[in-house]
């Protein structure tokens, strides 16, 4: 079946570093989407992507949909003690008809 | 719009003991998911609806677990009988198309 892999699993930054997690489908994915879950919290949605190349900015987080439609990318600049939390991508496939989760990556942000 | 609704927000149950989780999607949504999230396992599907009729319950743990959708704005997710290992958080989400909209998750201790 479809999976999905996001590493790295853990980071730890200091205030002020860059954060980049990164999405790998094994398969061709009609669309993607990201979503945030703070400490305690529930998965909360922050964007989707659906062409192939896309790149989208939310202020300091930007969004890259990989030109084969497998990958995705998420960075932070300059991060804040507010990003931290876990990030997940989902990736939907037409054929499954359903989003795979992948299994986050934790950012912890050292003030 | 409330957003999704779950009850309990935690339950304390002893093994053997019957547990219902409760859900209301949001409004006009049609799809309707189950999730559960543990440290070991992450976010794992274990049932989708669409349009109140299961579609895919391949994630569901095992013959102890059922869920139902008995209209558009209700669903139950029940386990019996209930086992320490099934202690996690179970969320529920609800869908017009993409993205997902969680509800903030039940917490379930079987002790």
């Known amino acids: 079946g479809q999976q999905v892999m996001q590493i790295p699993q853990y980071q730890h930054v200091q205030e002020g570093e860059d954060f980049t997690t990164y999405c790998n489908s094994s398969?061709?994915?009609?669309?993607i989407q990201w979503y945030k879950q703070r400490p305690g919290g529930h998965p909360v949605f922050l964007i989707q992507?659906?062409?192939?190349?896309e790149v989208k900015k939310q202020k300091r987080l930007t969004f890259q949909f990989g030109e084969a439609k497998k990958n995705s990318s998420l960075h932070i600049t300059a991060t804040q003690t507010t990003d931290v939390g876990t990030y997940f991508c989902?990736?939907?496939?037409?054929?499954?008809?359903?989003?795979?989760f992948g299994d986050g990556t934790t950012l912890t942000v050292k003030p | 719009d409330a957003g999704v609704i779950q009850s309990p927000r935690h339950e304390v149950t002893e093994m053997g003991q019957e547990v219902t989780l409760r859900c209301k999607p949001i409004?006009?949504?049609?799809?309707l998911f189950w999730y559960r999230q543990t440290m070991m396992r992450g976010l794992e599907l274990l049932i989708y609806?669409?349009?109140?009729?299961?579609?895919?319950d391949s994630g569901m743990p095992e013959d102890r677990f059922s869920a139902k959708m008995p209209n558009a704005s209700f669903s139950t997710l029940k386990i019996q009988p209930s086992e320490p290992r099934d202690s996690a958080v179970y969320f529920c989400?609800?869908?017009?198309?993409?993205?997902?909209?969680f509800g903030s998750g039940t917490q379930l201790s079987v002790l």
């Open positions: 989400a609800s869908s017009l198309g993409r993205p997902l909209f």
């Open positions: 398969t061709t994915l009609s669309n």
């Open positions: 992507l659906v062409k192939s190349g």
């Open positions: 989902a990736g939907f496939n037409t054929n499954a008809g359903k989003s795979t």
């Open positions: 409004s006009g949504h049609n799809s």
């Open positions: 609806f669409n349009n109140n009729v299961p579609i895919d």
